[in-house]
Nanobody
Framework: QVQLVESGGGLVQAGGSLRLSCAAS????????MGWYRQAPGKQRELVAAITKGGSTNYADSVKGRFTISRDNANNTIYLQMNSLKPEDTAVYYC?????????WGQGTQVTVSS
């Protein structure tokens, strides 16, 4: 099992930046893949960005070029740097860890982008 604790959400104006953090309770090398998902009101949860144990990344088309996922193995933490934020990025952002085909989730952090 793994526990995930997110931080870094908040309110920002369009065009601004935020950085989300997700601290895991175990070594990132024991986790196959970690990622960030988001869920806006009335919409399904969607993948924003993911990073594998080997460091490969993938992004939703809607955030490519604006968001960057990274990892700090020494501190068992992943980050999501979000630049050029848009109102449509408003959502609850969830950290995800996939280990042995089981998904674990953080509690979520609200990101609100005002126009």
């Amino acid at each position: 099992q793994v526990q995930l604790v997110e931080s870094g959400g908040g309110l920002v104006q369009a065009g601004g930046s935020l950085r989300l953090s997700c601290a895991a309770s175990r070594s990132l090398f024991s986790i196959n893949r970690m990622g960030w998902y988001r869920q806006a009101p009335g919409k399904q949860r969607e993948l924003v960005a993911a990073i594998t144990k080997g460091g490969s990344t993938n992004y939703a088309d809607s955030v490519k070029g604006r968001f960057t996922i990274s990892r700090d193995n020494a501190n068992n933490t992943i980050y999501l740097q979000m630049n050029s934020l848009k109102p449509e990025d408003t959502a609850v952002y969830y950290c995800n860890a996939n280990m042995w085909l089981i998904d674990y989730w953080g509690q979520g952090t609200q990101v609100t982008v005002s126009s």
